[in-house]
C-alpha cells in the first residue's frame, strides 16, 4: 500500500513540474512574439509611402499609381532598418534619384477604374523600378500591346543589396501589368532603347559584363547594340556579329590613331 502511494504521489509530481515548465515555454513564447510585434510596428510607423503623378494606360481602364518611401525622422525607430539609402539613393519627396536616373519607385499600385479594384505589380520581389511606359512609343503612337519597364530586380554583384552597381534590365507587361518578361540578359546594364517605328522591333544599348567580374565598368566591359522581336518576347539578341564588330573596331584603329613619329 505504502508503495503504491508512493508511485501515485511521483507520477502527480511529475505532472506538476512538466505542466508548470510548459507554462513557462508558452509564457516565453508569448513574449517574444509581442517583442516581435512591436518592432515590427515601430517599422511600419517609421515608413512615410510616396504616390506620384498617375500614368493612363493607352486604350484601358488601368492607372498606374507608381509608390516610393522615405523613413520618418521618429526616434521610436532606432531599430529600424532600411537599405533604401545604400549608395545615396533615397526616397523622399523629389522621388529617387541617382546620376541620370529618372525618378524610381520600389513598387507600383494598378487600379482598374472601371472595376474599383487595385492590385500590387511586385508582391514580394525587392526591386527598383526606373521607368515605366504604358505602351506608347517616342512618336506618340500606340506601339503595341504592351507597357514597358527599367528595373532592377537582382542582386547582380551579390553584395546584398539592389544598387546602381548592379544590372538594369528592360521589362514588358501587358496592360493590367501582368505576364512580366525580361527583355534583356542577366549580365546586362540597360544604357538606351528604342520601339523602332511602325514595327514591333526595340534596339536596346546595354552594358555586358563581358568578364564576368559581376562589376559594370565600360573600360573593362562591352557596350552592345542588341535587337528585340516583340512577336517572339525572347531576350535580345546582338544586333551585330563578332565579325562585323572586328571590322568596325579595325577600321576605327586605321582611321582614327595616331601616326608615328
Known amino acids: 500500500m505504502k508503495k503504491a502511494i508512493f508511485i501515485f504521489i511521483t507520477i502527480m509530481l511529475v505532472s506538476c513540474t512538466t505542466t508548470s515548465e510548459r507554462d513557462s515555454e508558452n509564457d516565453a513564447s508569448g513574449n517574444s512574439t509581442e517583442i516581435q510585434q512591436e518592432i515590427l510596428d515601430e517599422e511600419l ?25 522615405n523613413e520618418k525622422n521618429n526616434k521610436r525607430s532606432s531599430r529600424s ?13 523629389d522621388g529617387y534619384w541617382e546620376k541620370d536616373y529618372r525618378f524610381t519607385f520600389f513598387n507600383l499600385i494598378f487600379y482598374d477604374l472601371e472595376k474599383d479594384s487595385s492590385y500590387l505589380f511586385f508582391e514580394n520581389e525587392r526591386a527598383l523600378i526606373h521607368q515605366v511606359i504604358p505602351n506608347i512609343n517616342k512618336e506618340g503612337e500606340d506601339a503595341s500591346r504592351f507597357i514597358f519597364y527599367r528595373i532592377q530586380n537582382r542582386d547582380y554583384n551579390l553584395d546584398g543589396k539592389i544598387s546602381s552597381k548592379d544590372g538594369e534590365y528592360l521589362f514588358i507587361s501587358d496592360k493590367k501589368g501582368k505576364n512580366l518578361i525580361q527583355l534583356t540578359p542577366n549580365n546586362t546594364k540597360l544604357r538606351s532603347w ?11 544599348e546595354v552594358l ?10 565600360e573600360k573593362d566591359d562591352e ?11 525572347k531576350k535580345g539578341k ?7 564588330e572586328k571590322q568596325l573596331k579595325e577600321q576605327f584603329i586605321d582611321l582614327y590613331s595616331k601616326e608615328d613619329n
Do not use: C, W
Open 208 to 217: 555586358v559584363d563581358i568578364n564576368d567580374d559581376k562589376k559594370f565598368i
Open 45 to 69: 510607423n517609421a515608413v512615410q509611402l510616396r504616390y506620384y503623378d498617375t500614368i493612363m494606360v493607352h486604350g484601358t481602364e488601368m492607372m498606374i499609381i507608381p509608390i516610393g518611401a
Open 194 to 204: 528604342t520601339i523602332i517605328k511602325k514595327s514591333n522591333i526595340i534596339l536596346a
Open 81 to 93: 532598418k532600411f537599405n533604401l539609402s545604400n549608395d545615396n539613393f533615397k526616397f523622399g519627396g
Open 223 to 233: 557596350v552592345r547594340l542588341l535587337k528585340i522581336d516583340l512577336e517572339k518576347l
Open 238 to 244: 546582338p544586333l551585330l556579329d563578332d565579325s562585323l
